[in-house]
């Protein structure tokens, strides 16, 4: 979800569970930076770092991985 989502949402009388996204980008820990590359090209929305019992432990956001393309 985006700030823009939010404040569309707020806009328009809806709720947080209303707007959330479910289906969602994840990746753990080991996981090199050109892997993500697909990834962070294909959606608008941060990856979530999860461990292995899927507690979140981060995100990355879409601009940290491409710029490692520079």
Do not use: W
């Amino acid at each position: 979800m985006t700030i823009d989502d939010t404040i569309d949402a707020v806009r328009k009388g809806k709720s947080l569970k209303d707007i959330l996204k479910h289906d969602y980008y994840t990746t753990d820990p080991e996981t090199y930076v050109q892997e993500l590359i697909p990834k962070a090209s294909d959606t608008k929305y941060p990856i979530a770092v999860l461990d292995e019992n899927d507690k979140l432990l981060g995100i990355i956001v879409r601009v940290s991985v491409l710029s490692g393309l520079i």
